[in-house]
């Protein structure tokens, strides 16, 4: 059965150091390349934040051979009761999850591998405490999702297939947990109504970008550069840590990709 806990409850972290290789990430349009030096900066950021929330994060090495793996979201889905390896949707990626599955087999009793041949990133993939959302996008096809759902129920949860909204690289691109019946999202994707179960707190016009904001225990991590929408939160209440994204920003990723969160049990 899943852990009574809350969802964004962890104690635990898995992240991947960037790549020099890092400044030829995958990107949509016309983008200038990050420096190594300025997502290396920002990742180092993100671990101190993490482990000030309390969480005890696991760091492995760089990958030179996949410009995107410092993404460790995308390649992995992590809960208490196991870890499923997925199948990246870009043919550049499709080597991650091998690479990081002796580090989840030493982690987890249970982790089970994406049947069948379609793909799933874990970007398109939000847990709630009623169940794990899968987005339908150019990087989740039907038949991965569908596969991740047998996994999913596998491991005592429910899953349920949802619209990512065109043109948008993820899911959680456009939206992020806030609370156990607040969700922080686009415009474009509440309209959707996929989200008509929840409290919706609505990105300010312009700001699309900090919609992929990272609950974790206490704090709510939230990209730096965007004021309307921490001046927003801040003033609901939340406990906010304005973290820089500009850098990871150029390579189309947001603050859930660079980790794999979960709570375990005993410590």
Known sequence: M??????YHFNSAIVREPSRSVVDGLRAGEHASPTYEGVKAEHND????????GVRVTILPALEAFPDSIFVEDPALVFTEGAILLRPGAAS???????????LRDMFDTVLDLPGQGYVDGGDVLTT??????????????????????????LGRKA????????????KTDCSLLDEETVLST??????????DFKQIIIPEGEEA???ALRVNDILMVPAEHPRTLDMLDRLGYR?????????????????????????EGE
């Open 240 to 264: 906010i840590v304005a973290m820089k994204t500009a850098e990871i920003g150029r390579i189309d990723a947001g603050l859930s990709c660079l980790s794999l969160r979960w709570y375990r």
């Open 93 to 103: 990626r499709v080597g991650e999850p091998a690479a990081i599955a002796p580090a």
């Open 129 to 154: 405490p009623k169940e794990v959302m899968i987005g339908l996008s150019a990087r989740t096809d039907k038949a991965g999702a569908e596969a991740l759902a047998l996994c999913i129920d596998k």
């Open 2 to 7: 899943s852990s009574p806990r809350s969802v």
């Open 46 to 53: 993100y671990i101190a934040a993490l482990r000030e929330a």
């Open 187 to 196: 415009a474009r994707l509440a309209r959707s109504g996929v989200f008509k």
């Open 160 to 171: 349920k297939l949802v619209a990512t909204p065109e043109g948008v690289l993820h899911f």
């Open 210 to 212: 900090a919609a992929n």
